[in-house]
């Protein structure tokens, strides 16, 4: 009996151990060669929740577009890729999670990322979706003054009523976005993603939902503002 925990034990420590090795490389072979095989190896060894098909047409957009003006609502495990991937652009980052914010970025280099509040919650999304006035908040400059070629919402958390909603964010993309620009919306599968999707960034111009087990993303040309 002891003898097979210290194996599990093992296994576990060599599992990590291979996994911590080859998590970063795996990284840069997706950003040179975004197949699936490569994709869906980089997610398994990052820990990205995006599936490999969703990861997948998010890097067809953006590699038509390189080099672009990259905007991710979210920090994450896959920060780093959409920062390589997006190599000779601009890419930023808004994270509203201070602990989440300095974990990512104490083991992530080259990331351009700003804290940022919301001081929403997502049981207030229908008396937001009536005033607009309650979804602007305060960017930093130089996201405030781009038009942004491509946008991912993955941020920030909404899966229950005290979480702060992606409100905000959705809004707000439909605002910085340029005009032919992409918008990605992840999570579309909730009530509160898809009606504001729904709302300001029109139907008309969605091109696609990719569903998955966690989270459905959407993709919306936009061709035309409405906010």
């Not at 990861?55 to 590699?63: E, Q, R, S, W, Y």
Request: aromatic share 12%; charged share 25%.
């Amino acid at each position: 009996m002891a003898s097979l925990f210290i194996d599990c034990i093992v296994k576990i420590i060599f599992n990590k151990f291979i996994k911590n090795i080859l998590a970063r490389p795996s990284i840069i072979l997706a950003v040179f060669w975004s197949s699936y095989f490569n994709l869906l190896l980089m997610r398994k060894l990052n820990g990205v929740q995006l599936s490999t098909m969703q990861l997948k047409v998010i890097c067809a957009t953006i590699k038509r577009k390189i080099p672009c003006k990259l905007l991710v609502f979210g920090l994450g495990n896959d920060s780093f890729f959409w920062t390589n991937l997006n190599r000779k652009g601009v890419t930023v980052f808004l994270e509203d999670n201070k602990e989440w914010f300095k974990n990512v970025m104490k083991k992530s280099e080259n990331i351009k990322a700003y804290l940022v509040s919301y001081n929403t919650q997502r049981k207030d999304w229908e008396i937001m979706l009536e005033d607009k006035s309650l979804l602007e908040m305060t960017l930093p400059n130089d996201v405030e003054k781009e038009a942004w070629d491509v946008i991912l919402v993955d941020a920030p958390a909404g899966w229950n009523d005290e979480s702060p909603g992606r409100m905000k964010s959705i809004f707000l993309s439909s605002k910085l976005i340029r005009i032919s620009g992409d918008i990605f919306v992840h999570d579309c599968d909730r009530e509160v993603e898809e009606i504001y999707c729904d709302k300001f960034l029109q139907k008309e111009n969605l091109r696609m939902e990719i569903k998955a087990p966690i989270g459905f993303l959407r993709h919306y040309h936009i061709m035309n503002r409405f906010v």
